[in-house]
């Protein structure tokens, strides 16, 4: 099975600031990578697929990069909304494994 | 489009259980649907999923061999079959539909809770 892991496990941050999420696959996945927010008590929620492209509801100051083995999850300007945990998921072989999530939290 | 999961229960362990997922606003045949669960304050594991005609299936290492996973189209449905269960098996369970091969999962269900305790 492909391993994920994302780095760092908790990040604080202001309101304003730029965070940055890693996620490395333990063997080459392509650009096949998607990246979820899940807030307390909800479902995750699908904010970048194909390692970089965005859901259309989600605001421009998310961003994604990277192929292969490293990618990188970008909030700029971060809102108060984006407080909440993210995961990355590799989508290029079953089982579609998650990372172990990255909590962003208010300084 | 919706989905809604079901069958959430407390079980004891080498129970079973059977849960369901509810589709609707889209056709079924068209979409891969998974099951990811989350066990309390835990990440996400994935779980199972199904291809749209049903055909192909796949499996956690965790849960192959004691998870089965079905679908019938014609009553938009889907179904997890949970056999042997132990209190690792502890979660939120949710469904979830693949947008399409290697995309991601863009709607997710509001789980069900399974609890596996003596």
């Known amino acids: 099975d492909i391993q994920m892991t994302q780095s760092p496990t908790s990040v604080s941050a202001s309101v304003g600031d730029t965070v940055s999420i890693s996620c490395r696959a333990s063997q080459g996945i392509s650009s096949w990578l998607a990246w979820y927010q899940q807030k307390p008590g909800n479902a995750p929620k699908l904010i970048i697929y194909v390692a970089s492209k965005l859901m259309s509801d989600v605001p421009s100051r998310f961003s994604g990069s990277g192929s292969g083995t490293d990618f990188t999850l970008t909030i700029t300007s971060l809102q108060p909304e984006d407080f909440a945990t993210y995961y990355c998921q590799q989508a290029d072989t079953f089982p579609y494994t998650f990372g172990q999530g990255t909590k962003v939290e208010i300084k | ?118």
């Open chain 2, 1 to 118: 489009v919706q989905l809604v999961e079901s069958g959430g229960d407390l079980v004891k362990p080498g129970g079973s259980l059977r849960l369901s997922c509810s589709l609707s606003g889209f056709t079924p045949r068209s979409y891969a649907i998974n099951w990811v669960r989350q066990a309390p304050g835990k990440g996400l594991e994935w779980v199972s999923g199904i291809s749209g005609s049903g055909t192909s299936t796949f499996f956690a290492d965790s849960v192959k061999g004691r998870f089965t996973i079905s679908r019938d189209n014609s009553k938009n449905m889907v179904f997890l079959q949970m056999n042997g269960l132990r209190v690792e098996d502890t979660a939120v369970y949710y469904c979830a539909r693949l947008v399409t091969t290697n995309y991601g999962l863009d709607v997710w269900g509001q789980g069900t809770t399974v609890t596996i305790s003596s």
